[in-house]
Each structure stands twice: as structure tokens, then as C-alpha cells.
């Protein structure tokens, strides 16, 4: 008989220890709360972790879990997925963790295209170390490392991802918990490496550093919810759009009768070009009042890497096997 489960299933019996108020919260909730309607069976989940606040993941969810070293959590995801192909496994990371010392792990994971999940929680700030700047705190930031300000420039984490080879990215937010919970189903079941940077709050070393895309008086008139085959129009009366001249995006009224609905930009989470212009919407100079845009950017159907190594294995199996001194000697050897 199928199992049925409900989130408190998902809740381990692990004491939560995050500061209070912080958005890591929320995430974990979400997760609890999605993953009934993937149908998976708990045994069958894994999420692997490297070093930092959002690494304590794995303690609070009731599946199996590993919490590694600092940076190398891709590698051993790659490890586990490729060992066992028929888990779901799942990557927690941050701005610091997965950028910094595991920047190397996460641009070669992506252009594996392993199918696993990554969520990297971006707060900007080093929170677990007590504040330091981390490579996406913004230039000026006065942290306990940059008392004058860091003169660092900040990656373009979306930007630097698709660059990557990734074949789904997204961006969701701790504070808008129903698109979050819709941006994990669409990563659970996208077949290959799905990226989630999920912007969360640390109240603590970096509190409001999001604060105009979620507080209600702002959010309207900064934020752009992408979906697919849908013109991009925001504004708290929807009488905004972006218009794409050739491959330069222009803000536009819609309220003037000048341009309408059918004249803007029809988002494609299909095309790469215009997915890149997207993520660089905070990125170029004169371009800071564009808002910022949330949900799917990118998706591609490609080749999955542990299928792809699983088939060389099969393959290879078929041959008349050799023993080890002959792999190892090969055919280019001599004597001296």
C-alpha cells in the first residue's frame, strides 16, 4: 500500500537552533510541507549539507541526512547520487559555503548536470562565523571584516549559475512561503541539476537586506514574478512592463494607452539569451530600478550525468573483462 504522509512526518525530533526570527525557518517549513505531494518515501530522501546556518538542515528533517564538510557538499552528493541513483537527494548551502570555499564543487557540479537539488539560502552575510562580508554582500558593506566598507564586488549569483551550464534556475524567497513551496516542487521534479537561490533574511549580522522585494508597502513596485508564456508587467496596480528593445530591456507604462500588455516582453523559461538579460537586471550600471525578478529563469531538457555514467558502466560490463595489472600498466608501457 502507498504511503501517505503528512509534513509533521518530515519534522525530526531535533531541537531547532537558529536564532529566532531567522528565515531559515520558514524554508525548513516549506520543505516539511512540500514533500507529501512528491509521492517520495522518506527512506528514499537525502539531504547532504557542507558548513554554516543553513547546513544544520539535515538535523531537522526526519529522512536520511549528512552534514559534510565545508564546501564539499556537491562532491558528496555527486558520490551518493552516482552510488544510488534512486535517491532524491537534496544540496543545503549558502552565500559562503557554496560560493566561496565550495565555489570550485558548485560551478562543476552544474555542468554535470547531475540529478540532484540545490538550494543555496543567500543572506549576503556570513552568519554561522558572526558577520563577516561573504561573495554576495553588496560593495560598501561595513561587516566585523570590512569595517569600512568591503570593496569586494559581489557575484551575480543567477548570473554566474546559467554561465555554469545549469539547466533549471530559479529564485524564491523565505518570506513569500506559497511561491517558495512552488519553486521546490518545480525543482524536485525537474530530471537533472535544479539550482534555488532562496534569499533569506539573517536578522542578526544583515537584518532587511531584502527587505524592499518583501515588505508590503514595496514589494509590488520591486518585484517581478516570472511564468512561463506571460508578459512581465509588476506594479501594485499592474501598470508596469518591460518592453525588450532588440536585446536591451526598457521599463514601460502601461497606463498611457502607449503600450499594452501584447507588446512586452513574453517571458520563456525556454530561452537562455533572455534568461541571462533577466538575472543581470541589479547587475549593470543605470539599470538599479528594474525590479527583481522571482521564479523560473532557465530550464533545459538535457542528458542527466548519472544516467549518462551508469550506461558507460553497462557498456563497459559487456566487454570481456581484464584484471587490474592489465588497466593499470594499459598499453603504453616500457622498460628502462
Known sequence: MEKIY?????ASDQQIKWCPGCGDYSILKQMQAILPETGLLKEKIVFISGIGCSSRFPYYMETFGLHGIHGRAPAIATGVKLARPDLSVWIITGDGDGLSIGGNHTIHLLRRNLDVNV????????GLTKGQYSPTSNLGLRTKSSPTGTIDRPFNLLSLVLGAGAGFVARAMDRDPKHLREMLLRAQQYKGTSFLEIYQNCNIFNDGAFEVFTEKDSKADHTLFLEHQVPLIFGSQKQRGIYLDGLHPRLVSLKDGYYHSSDLWI???TDQVKADLLTRFF???????FPRPFGVFYREERPVYDVLFHDQITEAQKNKPISLDALISGANTWKI
Open 6 to 10: 503528512i509534513p509533521k512526518d518530515f
Open 267 to 269: 517571458h520563456d523559461e
Open 283 to 289: 547587475d549593470a550600471s543605470g539599470q538599479e530600478e
Open 119 to 126: 538550494l543555496l539560502f543567500n543572506n549576503e552575510i556570513y
